[in-house]
């Protein structure tokens, strides 16, 4: 069965730092997403892609965010400059068609330092 | 935005009982999905289920949209059904809003 599949698995980086975190969603889907959850909280969302550009993004996705389809296959979230808020697990997301499952990739789970 | 409540917020069984977990939301929905959160963190779908219901195995579920809740039922739990349990909706191909979970300990 197609999945969604993220690298890296864990990333250990320091504050202050420029971090990509890798996606590649299931080949034919067109929405993507990314979505983080803090330790012991709530999933969170953080923005949602279609058509080659961002169709929404919440509070938390400030400047420091950012988020590419650079080749047609992979989808990244960069983080410019990472604070010690920003260790969370992060979620990549797709889905073929609007009213049908969101797949979740496995995570990357960030931490700074 | 939409608010996502889930209840219990705990729940320890016995291994074998069975178990309904809630899920209200404060607007109406189109898309609906119920996810195990496992001990490496990972989500995994247990349905998609935006109205009606479904079953898969020991686990079922029904949604009545128009009451705007949503239910899960596990039977004759066992200890790997241990974990969170999230219900995340949302409209359309917009994102998708968790409420905050309800931790299930399976006991043996």
């Known amino acids: 069965e197609p999945e969604v599949t993220q690298t890296p698995s864990h990333q250990v980086t320091q504050m202050g730092q420029e971090v990509i975190l890798r996606c590649v969603p299931i080949?034919?889907?067109?929405?993507f997403y990314w979505y983080r959850q803090i330790l012991g909280q709530k999933v969170e969302f953080l923005v949602s892609?279609?058509?080659?550009?961002?169709?929404?993004k919440s509070e938390i996705f400030d400047d420091q965010f950012s988020v590419e389809r650079p080749d047609g296959s992979n989808f990244t979230l960069k983080i410019r400059s990472t604070k010690l808020e920003d260790s969370a697990m992060y979620f990549c997301?797709?889905?073929?068609?609007?009213?049908?499952?969101?797949?979740f990739g496995p995570g990357t789970r960030l931490l700074v330092l | 935005g939409i608010q996502v409540e889930q209840s219990p917020p705990d729940l320890i069984l016995q291994e074998g009982a069975n178990s309904t977990l809630r899920c209200n939301f404060s607007?109406?929905?189109?898309?609906l999905q119920w996810f195990h959160q496992n001990p490496w963190g990972q989500l995994i779908n247990l349905f998609y289920i935006p109205s009606g219901t479904k079953q898969n195995g020991r686990l079922s579920a029904t949604t009545v949209a128009t009451e705007r809740y949503s239910l899960l039922y596990i039977s004759s739990s066992q200890t790997t059904d241990s974990g969170v349990y999230f219900c995340a909706v949302g409209t359309n191909a917009g994102k998708s809003t968790f409420g905050d979970g309800t931790t299930l300990t399976v006991k043996p």
């Open positions: 997301a797709s889905r073929l068609q609007v009213l049908e499952t969101q797949y």
């Open positions: 607007d109406s929905v189109n898309n």
């Open positions: 080949s034919n889907h067109l929405y």
């Open positions: 892609f279609y058509n080659n550009e961002i169709s929404e």
